[in-house]
């Protein structure tokens, strides 16, 4: 949906962006702020009455192009509230509450609101769509610079599959050149899934950069210790960011369209899916209960899926369905494929993502002007 375009009541997307150091420093203040004794239960509730008072405002929105619906700013702030305990529990909860209350302004929020789709929600989008290939993926390889690309590719194929047992953990379905002789079941050539995407994995402490405002709200958002986070680079391409599945589900997880929910036994799931249509097929995989483990062992110790990348997916996978950011992006990568003419996936960004998103609006509203 678009709205009046008065530049003195709504914030531009494009126009008022963070910088990368301004969002960790407004992060380093809610964390000192999250020190304090006031109880995480008073924070949610303040919280939600921000974001209700929010929801019946009419500056409430972030501007796209014209072309683009407009993002709901309550929308996005309720979606990451209502999915922080899934996602990082109390910690990620608290935080959540605590970077809400501290806007007490409407353009506070709706920037804090711009800020997470930015940085947070844009990133997951870019790495499952099809600007992580081309010149977009080429950069972010060239940031590892540990492995070629092709070689890193398949020693995580190969440690994964022999850890799943050359089996869709979802499905059941053989990887074709694994099946064992003399079984008559149907085969397909696996998809060797990254839980966490490349285009996320780039990890930096240069804070003038947008991957590190990226991950300051993962660390701040998820369960995933510093260590993890700092080793991310490596931890990419590592079987504790891996799964192997069949190539419907590979393509709906990658789309965060269907995710994992933990069950409250260790290292076992239940395959969920988003609203708006059906994602999962057959349909009877849905719900189906899967449980990690090493099939390769004790031949050797490979790791199992790390639950808190796990939560995490599942947590953005949520919140872009439910604050409307999934289908924002659709739009943006659509209507900005039809101006390049199919050339969406060649637009370098120096493995920066949210330049990336940055340039495509840019584009999209430049085009729309001399329509007009």
């Not at 209350?101 to 711009?114: D, F, G, S, T, Y």
């Not at 950069?209 to 300051?216: D, R």
């Not at 639950?307 to 659709?330: N, V, W």
């Not at 969406?344 to 920066?352: E, I, P, Q």
Request: charged letters at 20%; aromatic letters at 8%; a negative charge.
């Amino acid at each position: 949906m678009h709205h009046s375009r008065n530049a003195s009541d709504i914030s531009d997307l494009n126009e008022t962006i963070s910088e990368p150091e301004s969002v960790i420093s407004f992060n380093e203040d809610v964390y000192l702020v999250m020190q304090n004794a006031i109880s995480t239960a008073t924070y949610v509730e303040q919280a939600r009455q921000i974001i209700e008072q929010l929801a019946t405002n009419q500056n409430r929105w972030i501007t796209t192009p014209p072309s683009v619906h407009d993002a709901d700013a309550s929308r996005i702030l309720d979606a990451m509230l209502r999915n922080a305990h899934g996602t990082g529990g109390e910690s990620s909860e608290r935080y959540t509450a605590c970077a809400i209350c501290a806007c007490q302004k409407i353009h506070e929020q709706v920037n804090l609101a711009r800020t997470w789709f930015m940085y947070l929600l844009w990133p997951f989008t870019a790495g499952a769509s099809d600007l992580a290939s081309g010149q977009f993926t080429s950069t972010i390889d060239d940031m590892y610079g540990s492995l070629a690309g092709t070689e890193r590719s398949s020693k995580f194929r190969t440690d994964v599959n022999r850890r799943d047992g050359y089996k869709c953990v979802v499905s059941g379905i053989w990887d074709g050149a694994h099946r064992p002789a003399g079984v008559e079941q149907g085969w397909v050539t696996l998809q060797a899934t990254h839980i966490l995407k490349r285009a996320v994995g780039v990890f930096t402490m240069d804070r003038t950069h947008t991957a590190a405002a990226t991950w300051n709200i993962i660390r701040h958002y998820s369960g995933l210790s510093e260590e993890t986070i700092q080793n991310m680079e490596r931890l990419v391409d590592d079987p504790s960011n891996g799964m192997m599945l069949e190539w419907n589900t590979h393509d709906n997880f990658d789309k965060l369209k269907v995710y994992l929910e933990q069950t409250e036994r260790e290292n076992e799931y239940m395959v969920k899916e988003v609203g708006g249509r059906p994602w999962m097929h057959p349909r009877e995989l849905l719900g189906k209960t899967i449980t990690f483990r090493n099939h390769d062992a004790p031949t050797e110790d490979l790791p199992l899926p790390n639950p808190h990348l796990i939560a995490l997916h599942a947590g953005i996978s949520q919140i872009l369905y439910m604050s409307g950011a999934s289908e924002i992006f659709a739009q943006i990568l659509d209507k900005y494929d039809g101006a390049a003419g199919g050339n969406v996936g060649s637009l370098k960004c120096n493995g920066d993502p949210v330049h990336q998103l940055s340039s495509m609006m840019s584009v999209l509203s430049i085009c729309a002007s001399l329509i007009v």
